[in-house]
């Protein structure tokens, strides 16, 4: 879907809806990170929150598959890579932290969510820590919306949900219209519960866990997402 020019203009126009500033605040404060910490933004998306760490004294490293976006970033003075974010594609331990934002994690098959968390996992130094924001079982279930809808960008956007109890996976069919243009995707993304995630980043090298939601409170079932903290064993 990230290669639809709808989606990608929906990308580009969320400075519109997001305070990326408060955002990036709240990661810093998050990870607890001394100016000059190398932060890992994968993916990175247009640089909305890497630019604004690098704006904060800190180093951030992007990775995107998508092309546009990572034009967009490196203009804002973000150092990225295009790559694969379940491969391997920086130098292993040079890390002091990694993000993944907005929902980035679980659109692939269980043997590639596992490679996602477990490239981060080689990528931090002992003690690193991994922030993920995504939304969790524990809270959507109880008041899962089958539609939503939306425009930003110019950009009207209509989402029709199902979630697969079978396989843990919410089915979106997305339709996006921009004059008269029209496009159709769907896409699969793995609905975790707090305990199934941190058995997965586990199982990829990470040795503690703590859940927090987007106000960088205790997570309690009902919150709107989760801001886990991963941190590998090792360090000071």
Known sequence: MFETPAWQAVQLAWEEVDDADEVAARVERALGLAPGARVLDVP?????????????????????ATEPFLGVAQGAGVAVIR???RTQVVRPGT???????????????????????????????????????????DSVLERF?????????????????????DTRRI?????????????MRTTFVRLFSVSELTDLL???????FQALDDDLASFAPGAD????????P???
């Open 83 to 85: 790559g694969d974010m």
């Open 171 to 183: 089915e979106t069919t997305w339709t996006f219209v921009r004059g008269d243009e029209r496009a």
């Open 44 to 64: 990175c998306g247009t640089g909305r929150i890497a630019s604004r760490l690098a704006g904060r004294g800190l180093a951030p490293v992007g990775i995107d």
């Open 95 to 137: 890390f002091d932290a990694a993000i993944c934002l907005w929902g980035s994690f679980g659109y692939f098959d269980d043997t590639g969510n596992l490679a996602q968390a477990a490239a981060v996992a080689d990528a931090l130094a002992p003690g690193g820590r991994f922030l993920l924001d995504m939304i969790v079982a």
């Open 145 to 165: 919306q089958p539609t939503a809808s939306w425009t930003v960008g110019g950009v009207a956007v209509d989402e029709i949900r199902v979630y697969h109890e």
């Open 225 to 232: 997402r989760l801001w886990l903290l991963a941190t590998m």
């Open 234 to 236: 090792g360090g000071a």
């Open 202 to 208: 586990s199982t990829a090298g990470f040795a503690s």
